[in-house]
């Protein structure tokens, strides 16, 4: 599905061809790629829940999980770049579209219909013939939905989502104090600046933060 409203050139958090464009990203950038990603992943949502045959790997997850992804890649680097390069506007940016991406994941992860249809493959009869690789897929999505309060009756579906969105913010808020802190240590030992620049200005030095990052 192409992504409305807004062109890979004009937004680089849009575009998925290859690296990430870490020199180009700006905080201006954050939104429109964010409502442009999640407005994608609420038609796809409607489209597959919407089809009235048997939910298939290639009809469900496939679509589902290409969404997701998508969304994911540019909220990671709206994420790394918040970490590493933060600057005032950035930081604003981030902290005005943490509520938007976090009420979006909680929604989904309590999706009824969602829900139902990962349930329908689980039980399906082709489910063991799938490679262990997709069985575990679909086995792990089944419990996120559960720890996501999809079994939850609406007004604890409600209590539930709104504890998410104000842990979010409590997260971005402790992120915040920690960067700040290490930002004043490493201006007093003086390796602040050139240590920024290079997260700046080399995206491959940038993407293999990250890769350590996720993988501490």
Not at 47 to 55: M, R
Not at 123 to 148: C, Q, V, Y
Request: glycine share 6%; with cysteine; charged share 30%.
């Amino acid at each position: 599905m192409n992504v409305p409203h807004e062109s890979t050139a004009a937004n680089p958090l849009l575009d998925f061809e290859g690296l990430p464009r870490f020199r180009e990203i700006a905080p201006e950038h954050v939104g429109p790629a964010v409502d442009a990603l999640l407005a994608e992943a609420r038609a796809t949502i409607e489209n597959v829940a919407g089809d009235a045959a048997t939910p298939t790997w290639e009809s469900f997850v496939e679509p589902l999980a290409a969404t997701h992804d998508r969304l994911d890649r540019a909220w990671g680097q709206v994420g790394h770049l918040n970490a590493v390069v933060n600057t005032p506007a950035l930081r604003e940016a981030y902290n005005a579209n943490l509520p938007k991406v976090t009420a979006f994941h909680t929604e989904f992860g309590q999706d009824e219909r969602l829900f139902a249809g990962y349930r329908a493959l689980a039980t399906a009869p082709g489910f063991r013939e799938l490679d262990r690789a997709k069985r575990r897929l679909i086995e792990n999505e089944l419990r996120d939905f559960r720890l996501s309060g999809a079994e939850l009756d609406a007004a604890a579906k409600t209590r539930f989502k709104a504890v998410e969105e104000e842990l979010a913010v409590r997260r971005g808020r402790d992120q915040a104090r920690r960067r700040a802190r290490r930002c004043a240590r490493r201006s007093a030992r003086g390796g602040r600046a050139g240590w920024a620049t290079r997260m700046e200005t080399d995206p491959a030095h940038a993407l293999l933060s990250t890769r350590s990052a996720i993988r501490r």
